[in-house]
């Protein structure tokens, strides 16, 4: 099975990007394993945020899929098009990335 | 301890504090909590979120200590287990202050409402194996690691003195005449590198699973903390002690749950092992450790080993692994054990009462890691360790439970020590600590190199297939290899994709430790010609008693130098 991963691209100032990427998939496999495989067979620039990889234990992998907040973790990689965008409340970092740390766990906490 | 953000693209961001501690897992959650009650200043970096990543997160498992709830217990006895488990190599001191401290540091977690499961008005302990009675505590449902996690984050927000920082990924340890004085650090929201000033520093980073293709912590344990460890002066201990978790989940693919789930069904339900013949083989490996005696349950490194061997002997379910059953036990009992896990399941397509899943090994616990004494210092001053990432304490092999409880324990331990260290002493802070990984973050560069993402997921297959449960002369030899081959591949200057958030910067930085790391590993695993407890040759099977000796890895002008040390034996400095 394909699926097709339409991801919202770019930094903060510039304007967003669509870039779509094929990714073979099976069965019950998340999007974050799509977005991990692209990062291979693909471009490894692409950014992203995930630790548990697995769990939804650490909750970093929210972003916007097919316009609304999920973990990308949890929801499934299907056939056809997934859209994949940053969450749209927070502020920009790169890609998919947004500043979502509370504001006194940063480095500048205004930034 | 003041950030000012920079408009001088030359001038890094400084931070000045008493006490540095690096990851916010379990451990160094635990550290910065004991530092700042000590009265030290605290700054408490993770590469990810604060209280996310690691390994503690993840584990929704039990934790163990003599608390006499269920039964009466003694830490002595806790201790005894502990120490067979690790097969003669255990630091005896470390292991001690284990077993002696965790009841204190588990009340102290039930005193702050981490909500132990309780019954008949006492904490529950189950019994797991190992463990000569029931001593472990635990979370319903599955919930101990996120509950610990969650306890810890909130007693860090009413701390005073502790100044958290996420998305910090800390480079290099600096040092000034052989003295830890801080730390440099790559910011990576901005790509910005930031300076630490610290008199004392205490590594937090969990273990070195990440470098195993299936691996059941956070993504970003791929041993960064060993890996700063070594190039600031200090050792390593027991390296090749791995260990993987027998019946990590393997399929159908499951998502939103933690791998290493199933233990806590077979403590309440007992489920079974089956093979590809529907037949439980767990009995026909039980006779070969005195210590399983023939019982039905089989310590983690003897079921990783039945697994295995029925893989190979052509008896493993279809994708590789073996089948765990629980289909001889009504659906209401599972129901009333698991509650809304059962759910959480059944959305994954599981159903417990009607099909088995499938399970195999899978890397989960790092017995080896950073050498230090009795107050968790490091040779090199100002540097300290805690969680999983000081080596020693569990030798050959752990003990069940024992992973959470030596996160309290040594984070508590190390961030207070760290904290009189701090306080007995003034900075030993110079710009220039912090210049040879200034240059090489600034030498960064954008070329054309092989896929370092591939290049991850390549060095922790050949981990997993060369390095793993059971290894042969031939597999280590190739897989030092590689990883030489993988070091020529990355070259020795960084590569970069973008200025800001940059997954290749990053993957650069982490193979550079993670092959420093492997290595580690791999060598120790060569030299030692025998197998006991989670490293297991088989072209060496059986205990050697002459190998009753820990190795100790260091580097020398950036090359590997290993050395042996007769196991600590003896309390009478605890």
């Known amino acids: 099975m394909k699926a097709t991963l339409a991801i919202q691209r770019g930094m903060p100032g510039e304007a967003p990007r669509l870039e779509s990427f094929e990714v073979a998939f099976e069965h019950g496999q998340s999007v974050l394993d799509g977005l991990r495989a692209l990062r291979l067979q693909a471009d490894p620039s692409l950014a992203f945020r995930f630790s548990c990889i697995n769990a939804n234990a650490c909750k970093e992998c929210m972003m916007l899929i097919d316009g609304k907040v999920d973990y990308a973790c949890t929801v499934r990689l299907k056939e056809g098009v997934t859209a994949l965008a940053p969450l749209p409340k927070k502020a920009l970092i790169r890609d998919l990335v947004t500043e979502i740390a509370p504001p006194d766990e940063r480095l500048w906490p205004r930034a | ?574």
């Open chain 2, 1 to 574: 301890m003041t950030a000012v953000a920079n408009n001088d693209a030359v001038a890094p961001t400084h931070i000045e504090t008493d006490v540095l501690v690096i990851g916010a897992g379990g451990a160094g959650m635990y550290a910065a909590l004991e530092a700042a009650q000590a009265g030290a200043s605290v700054v408490l970096a993770d590469r990810s979120l604060i209280g996310r990543g690691g390994a503690t997160v993840m584990a929704q498992m039990t934790v163990a200590a003599a608390l006499g709830e269920q039964t009466p217990d003694h830490w002595e006895y806790h201790l005894s287990d502990t120490l067979a488990a690790g097969r003669g190599l255990c630091d005896v001191r470390l292991a001690a202050l284990l077993c002696e401290d965790g009841p204190r540091r588990l009340r102290e977690m039930d005193d702050w409402k981490v909500g132990w499961a309780r019954e008949d008005g006492h904490i529950k302990q189950a019994q797991a194996p190992g463990h000569d009675r029931p001593r472990c505590a635990y979370v319903d449902f599955l919930s101990t690691g996120p509950a610990v996690s969650r306890t810890l984050r909130s007693q860090l927000n009413s701390a005073n003195g502790i100044r958290r920082i996420g998305d910090l990924m800390i480079v290099d340890i600096a040092l000034r005449d052989g003295e830890a004085c801080g730390a440099t650090a790559l910011h990576l929201t901005t790509g910005q590198a930031v300076t630490l000033a610290a008199k004392a520093v205490v590594i937090a980073t969990g273990g070195l699973t990440g470098l195993y293709r299936r691996n059941s912590a956070s993504s970003n344990m791929g041993g960064d903390g060993y890996a700063l460890a070594l190039r600031a002066g200090a050792e390593l201990i027991d390296m090749e002690f791995v260990q993987f978790f027998p019946i990590g989940h393997l399929a159908p693919r499951l998502v939103g749950m933690d791998p290493i789930m199933w233990d806590p069904f077979r403590y309440k339900l007992g489920g079974k092992l089956l093979n590809a013949e529907m037949r439980e083989f767990e009995q026909d490996y039980a006779t070969r450790d005195t210590r399983s005696d023939g019982r039905y349950v089989l310590t983690r490194d003897l079921a990783t080993y039945a697994i295995t061997r029925e893989v190979e002997a052509g008896r493993g379910s279809p994708a590789g692994g073996a089948y765990l059953s629980f289909q001889h036990l009504p659906e209401a009992d599972i129901r009333s054990a698991f509650g809304p896990v059962v759910d959480r399941l059944a959305a994954n397509g599981i159903d417990l009462a009607k099909h088995p899943v499938e399970v195999a090994p899978i890397a989960h616990y790092h017995m080896g890691g950073v050498r230090t004494d009795t107050t968790l210092q490091t040779r090199v001053p100002g540097l300290y360790v805690s969680g999983e990432a000081v080596g020693g304490a569990n030798g050959a092999n752990r003990l069940s439970g024992n992973a959470i409880t030596e996160a309290l324990v040594f984070g508590a331990h190390a961030g207070r020590n760290a904290a009189q260290r701090a306080l007995q002493s003034s900075s030993l802070w110079q710009p220039q600590a912090a210049d040879p990984t200034l240059d090489l973050l600034r030498s960064a560069q954008k070329r054309d190199v092989p896929n370092l993402a591939a290049v991850v997921a390549e060095l922790k297959a050949l981990m997993a297939d060369l390095v793993g449960p059971f290894r042969t002369e031939p597999k280590l030899r190739s897989a030092i290899q590689a990883i030489e081959r993988l070091k020529t591949d990355i070259g020795e200057v960084p590569v970069s994709s973008a200025a800001t958030f940059d997954p290749v910067l990053v993957d650069w930085l982490d193979l550079r430790n993670m092959l420093l790391v492997a290595q580690s590993v791999t060598v120790p695993a060569l030299a030692r010609t025998e197998s006991r407890g989670a490293h297991q040759r088989e072209d060496y099977p059986g205990l050697d008693e002459n190998w009753g000796v820990n190795q100790i890895v260091a580097l020398s002008n950036g090359k590997i130098e290993l050395s042996r040390s007769a196991p600590v034996t003896g309390r009478a400095a605890a």
